[in-house]
């Protein structure tokens, strides 16, 4: 049976015994709710005004140039299209009070910047201010000029965040985790973006990762939430000849051995849409020397993790996969359309389906779009009434 996570700690208002049997259970057995792009802040309006015809324009022209199998796995990823405006209309507070909200699921997206600089100045801001428009929404500046990693959404487009550095991102989490001993596991989902939009002149030029780029990630994660506090691969992988093996073994850690820890899942560059096989992130086809879990698919030797988002056409099969011991994540909306109509069909998809982490843009409620639509367990009521009988939050 899969267990809820919906508190700061597991079993908080139970009974010991339903504490025991809930510190017994694996990882993989969990299921919590995460946010999608957890870091960010609404683009100013203007800076969408300006791109949204930009993009569409290019989109149109991509979508034109499609086989069909590219429209069919886009449509997956997109199934309502892909409307620039809607798709970012969420608004997240900062880390903290996400997960004192008892979320225990975050996204952060990083690009290479080894110089520093590279995102201080977006193209879309010098554009408009060169128009005369000084209003522009804040932009948090801490930490770009130095060289390290930066976390934003869309290079010069959506590039508003609490924490414009990992570095900040990191250092958050690790005071948060110090401060709240005993809280259950964290899942990080690492987005590596690699690609940009150079629709302008002056458009920001994002760098790719290479080897080079991966390891000094892997550093800086280390270095400022520590090594201590996260499950690698090679901890899951254990006496096993592949992390594929051990998983399929279910060899992943029991929950009270996964307490104040945090567990890294890394999405490649071009969104994870891409074969990991071949990517550097690997050394030597394996992942015992690295800390993240690799996007992968079920046949990877190196499979750990796997990204199924669209929960309503890939449930049975997301099923299968966690029946085997995959750790899987899927969406409960998709760029904001279910709240916008009040729809939770793709969130009950999400739940049924057993995968571990389930991202939403709206964990409470009061929405962007004035709907009831929020994403809750579906034992929550239950659990509100009669903790005892839910053994695991």
């Not at 975050?106 to 100045?121: A, C, H, M, Q, T």
């Not at 879309?124 to 390290?148: E, F, R, S």
């Not at 698919?297 to 099969?317: H, M, T, V, Y």
């Not at 009950?348 to 409620?365: L, Y």
């Amino acid at each position: 049976m899969k267990k809820y996570i919906y508190g700061a700690a597991c079993c908080m208002a139970a009974l010991i015994q339903a504490q025991d049997k809930c510190q017994n259970i694996k990882i993989n057995q969990l299921q919590v709710i995460g946010t999608h792009n957890s870091y960010a802040q609404p683009a100013d309006p203007r800076v969408l005004e300006l791109v949204t015809p930009i993009i569409n324009g290019m989109m149109q022209k991509y979508s034109s140039s499609m086989s069909e199998e590219q429209k069919a796995k886009f449509k997956e990823y997109h199934p309502y299209g892909m409307d620039l405006k809607e798709g970012l209309n969420y608004n997240h507070p900062d880390f903290t009070e996400q997960l004192n909200a008892n979320l225990r699921g975050l996204e952060i997206d990083v690009y290479y910047d080894p110089e520093g600089k590279r995102f201080s100045n977006p193209a879309t801001y010098q554009i408009l201010q060169a128009k005369g428009i000084t209003d522009l929404a804040p932009m948090n500046t801490k930490g770009l000029d130095q060289p390290g990693f930066k976390v934003l959404h869309m290079a010069d487009i959506d590039f508003r965040s609490h924490y414009p550095t990992l570095k900040d991102a990191l250092t958050t989490l690790r005071q948060w985790s110090d401060k709240h001993p005993g809280h259950s596991p964290i899942f990080m989902m690492i987005e590596a973006k690699d690609s940009g939009f150079p629709i302008f002149e002056n458009s920001t030029k994002v760098l790719p990762f290479d080897k080079k780029a991966y390891d000094e990630l892997d550093e800086e994660i280390i270095k400022y939430l520590g090594k201590d506090k996260i499950i690698t691969p090679k901890d899951v992988q254990g006496k096993y000849s592949t992390l594929k093996e051990a998983v399929t073994r279910h060899n992943w850690p029991k929950l009270k051995e996964a307490q104040d820890k945090f567990i890294f899942m890394l999405l490649p560059g071009s969104a994870g849409t891409l074969s990991s096989k071949n990517n550097p992130y690997l050394i030597n086809g394996s992942l015992k020397d690295r800390i993240m879990f690799l996007s992968s698919e079920p046949d990877d030797s190196f499979a750990g993790f796997i990204l199924r988002d669209n929960a309503i056409i890939r449930q049975k099969e997301i099923q299968d996969l966690v029946k085997q011991g995959f750790m899987v994540r899927t969406r409960s909306d998709i760029e904001t359309y279910e709240a916008k109509i009040n729809d939770t069909s793709r969130a009950k998809a999400a739940f049924s389906s057993g995968a571990q982490v389930i991202s939403t843009d709206f964990f409470r409620p009061g929405n962007t779009y004035g709907t009831p639509y929020y994403v809750h367990p579906p034992q929550e009521k239950d659990y509100m009434n009669n903790p005892v009988n839910t053994s695991c939050k």
